[in-house]
């Protein structure tokens, strides 16, 4: 089975400029979660979603981000405008809603440089 | 709020030889998953070891193992016969079973050094 897969692997963009980043869950899991991770902070849940319904969003930065997930085999996060300090890996994760294994999924992650 | 922590910012280990990561954590529940996960330079987050709070039994893969103590809320990841490919970060992770499915907390990681 194909894991989670994120794209694109590295955006360079100027700041100001509208960022989407997307991701594509492994199927049959319900839960998809959208972590930042930068030398300063370390590993930051943003958001994350149980059966395409946001559940927690309170680790967004501000309301220059938003995330969506129409459909149970799709995310984006989007980030408008840019600026510097959102530059950072972004990583998808995903996962079955009830406990099983309790494993979080990763995707290999989207290097985001705001320059 | 559950916290983890892992007091060990960088250690180093000859190969073949044992290392072992610390992690403790902070919660007031009593179900709930804890994690190895390992980020080698290629940035992937790979799943090293898992353990079930409701289960006594240390956790153990291969080279991995883990030293659980619950009352403690101690979490600690043991590497036998280390090897350089196991260079990498190593981060300490929380996940509630309260519930339906929650997030994953991560500690701030320790970078693992693997010298000849």
């Known amino acids: 089975d194909a894991g989670v897969i994120q794209s694109p692997r590295h955006e360079v963009t100027e700041m100001g400029q509208e960022v989407t980043l997307r991701c594509k869950p492994i199927?049959?899991?319900?839960?998809l979660f959208w972590y930042r991770q930068t030398m300063m902070r370390g590993l930051e849940l943003l958001i994350y979603f149980n059966n395409n319904v946001p559940i927690d969003d309170s680790g967004m930065p501000e309301d220059r981000f938003s995330a969506k997930m129409p459909n149970a085999s799709f995310s984006t996060l989007k980030i408008q405008p840019s600026e510097p300090r959102d530059s950072a890996v972004y990583f998808c994760?995903?996962?079955?809603?009830?406990?099983?294994?309790?494993?979080?999924?990763f995707g290999e992650g989207s290097r985001l440089t705001v320059l | 709020a559950q916290t983890v922590t892992q007091s060990q910012p960088e250690m180093s280990v000859q190969e073949a030889e044992t290392v072992t990561l610390s992690c403790t954590y902070d919660t007031s529940e009593s179900d709930y998953y804890l994690f190895w996960y390992k980020q080698p330079p290629s940035r992937q987050m790979i799943l090293v070891i898992r353990?079930?709070?409701?289960?006594?039994q240390n956790a153990t893969e291969n080279r991995f193992s883990v030293n659980f103590q619950k009352a403690a809320k101690s979490f600690s990841l043991k590497i036998s016969d280390s090897q350089l490919g196991d260079a990498a970060m190593y981060f300490c992770a929380y996940r509630s079973l309260t519930g339906t499915a929650s997030k994953l907390t991560f500690g701030t990681g320790t970078r693992l050094q693997v010298t000849l």
């Open positions: 994760a995903s996962s079955r809603l009830t406990a099983g294994t309790g494993e979080l999924f």
């Open positions: 353990q079930e709070a409701y289960k006594q």
């Open positions: 199927s049959g899991h319900n839960s």
